[in-house]
């Protein structure tokens, strides 16, 4: 169990196991999974409950700055090192010394700066912009992306030697359409935290609203799940429940044929689950039958 990670599902058990097979190793650790699937918050998690938590969890998001400003943030710089460049400035790699540096977006990041970063990572030394001496660090790295980077390795986007050095120990954080049985856990949870701050918040969801939010996709994954509560709570006022009536459009018209069947002879029922699963595993591979099978956990069909 971590403190923060929602979820009993297969998948996440899965994620839970792995992770905590490294909370106490400074291995370096890769997290992927699409936008909003939870990698920061599993990334606290790791340094939380490690030998580094009394050290800093520094994180930073490589996609959203651009390169020079990066390299500037992560190794520092020196005075006049460049244009605005006012005084000595240490970078977020001495920051996380003794903790955890998280590199949110690695996948973002130019050849040259993955160049640095390989050598920092690998060797425990960086150079500060404009300086012409290393620096030592003991800092444990984290990294996360939404991109496939072993595909853009193949396609010459990502150095090889870094993706190599950064996936010592992968994670795939599962999305929310594939874990649909956390759906109401999670929603709780927000509602939860919605009624610590907020007192006149709903004490809960109707069925209807809850039946929506599992046949729903959620592209946006749990970060879209948890802001729709907080709408819907905003919609709602001071009134009992959630209601259907308060969701956004696209969550209301979810097609239904896409949630769990509620009536119908057992048999029956569990095939047309099989059906939808299988269609949908194959839709999302391009019909590539043995990795929807690896997806399902079944032998190919």
């Not at 909370?23 to 790791?46: F, M, N, P, Q, Y």
């Not at 984290?142 to 150095?159: S, V």
């Amino acid at each position: 169990k971590f403190e923060g990670i929602i979820g009993r599902s297969r998948g996440m058990e899965q994620v839970c196991t792995l992770a905590g097979k490294v909370i106490d190793s400074d291995v370096t650790v890769l997290l992927s999974g699409e936008t909003g699937t939870g990698k920061e918050v599993l990334a606290r998690c790791i340094h939380g409950e490690g030998t580094r938590s009394a050290a800093a969890f520094v994180p930073v998001n490589c996609g959203a700055m651009a390169e020079q400003l990066l390299e500037s943030e992560l190794f520092g710089h020196r005075r006049g090192a460049f244009t605005g460049a006012v005084g000595d400035r240490p970078g977020l790699f001495e920051a996380a010394d003794g903790g955890t540096l998280f590199l949110d977006e690695i996948g973002e990041t130019s050849p040259a700066l993955q160049v640095r970063l390989l050598r920092a990572i690998q060797e425990g030394e960086i150079r500060r912009v404009g300086e012409d001496r290393d620096r030592r660090g003991d800092v444990r790295v984290i990294a996360a992306t939404h991109r496939h980077l072993k595909e853009e390795t193949q396609a010459g986007r990502f150095r090889e030697d870094l993706y190599y050095r950064l996936s010592v120990f992968p994670i795939h954080l599962p999305p929310l359409r594939e874990r649909r049985e956390d759906i109401p856990d999670l929603a709780l949870h927000f509602l939860e935290q919605r009624q610590q701050r907020q007192a006149n918040s709903p004490g809960g969801f109707t069925a209807a609203t809850m039946d929506a939010f599992c046949r729903y996709d959620w592209p946006g994954n749990i970060r879209e799940l948890q802001n729709e509560v907080e709408r819907g709570a905003l919609l709602a006022g001071g009134e009992e429940r959630i209601d259907a009536l308060h969701l956004s459009e696209q969550i209301a018209d979810s097609t239904p044929g896409a949630g769990l069947p509620r009536s119908g002879k057992m048999k029956e029922v569990i095939a047309q689950v099989e059906r939808e699963m299988i269609a949908q595993a194959l839709q999302q591979h391009g019909g590539n039958r043995t990795r929807a099978a690896a997806d399902l956990g079944v032998s190919r069909w």
